[in-house]
């Protein structure tokens, strides 16, 4: 099994500043790798797949880079509604198509 | 527009039985995988398994095989995800979701709205 490790687990960021968030697979998974934002209460929703493309509806700030094993989701400006959760998926190897444990963005 | 709806929150006690369902809309429901997604109270988000409605090519994570049972009702566009005997460890959050591809290798890009199972004595 795939382990996904995100880092760092929180991330305190002020709204208007860049946010990076990094994710590690165990052994590569080539650029099959999603990242997925959760609000509380609230479903994931895609935000990245292929490791660089947007989802549609996606805004412009999220970007996504990498492959093999080190990935980063970057925001570029953060907004109010970027705080949340992401998680990083890796589709490459089956089954499972394992998650990483999460990093909570939240307000400095 | 592309749907996934859930059904309603479930409460149940330890050895009983229940199926979970997840309705599909706005897309060819047989031309995609639907996958399974636990989420503990708390917690991260867990991939259980996947089925192909086409054909009910299913797989399994194999942490949780034997546990649930993951099948698919093509005629009505839905999916299912059953337990035989509820634990209480099984008491979370399920989401279904729909691969971006028509090939499993490929992403979630729409969820249902989850459905919350708590089973409780």
């Known amino acids: 099994e795939i382990v996904m490790t995100q880092s760092p687990a929180t991330l305190s960021v002020s709204p208007g500043e860049r946010a990076t968030l990094s994710c590690r697979a165990s052994q590569s998974v080539s650029s099959n790798l999603a990242w997925y934002q959760q609000q509380p209460g609230q479903a994931p929703r895609l935000l990245i797949y292929g490791a660089s493309t947007r989802a549609t509806g996606i805004p412009g700030r999220f970007s996504g880079s990498g492959s093999g094993t080190e990935f980063t989701l970057t925001i570029s400006s953060l907004q109010s509604e970027d705080f949340a959760v992401y998680y990083c998926q890796q589709y490459n190897y089956w089954p499972p198509y394992t998650f990483g444990q999460g990093t909570k963005l939240e307000i400095k | 527009e592309v749907q996934l709806v859930q059904s309603g929150a479930e409460v149940k006690k330890p050895g009983e039985s229940l199926r979970i369902s997840c309705k599909g809309s706005g897309f060819t429901f047989t031309t995609y995988w639907i996958g399974w997604v636990r989420q503990m109270p708390g917690k991260g988000l867990e991939w259980m398994g996947i089925i192909y409605p086409a054909d009910s090519d299913i797989r399994y994570s194999p942490s949780l095989q034997g546990q649930v049972t993951i099948s698919a009702d093509k005629s009505i566009n839905t999916a299912y995800l059953q337990w035989s005997s509820l634990k209480a460890s099984d008491s979370a959050i399920y989401y279904c979701?729909?691969?971006?591809?028509?090939?499993?290798?490929?992403?979630?890009?729409?969820w249902g709205q989850g459905t919350l199972v708590t089973v409780a004595s």
């Open positions: 979701a729909k691969s971006s591809g028509s090939w499993h290798q490929s992403a979630f890009d729409y």
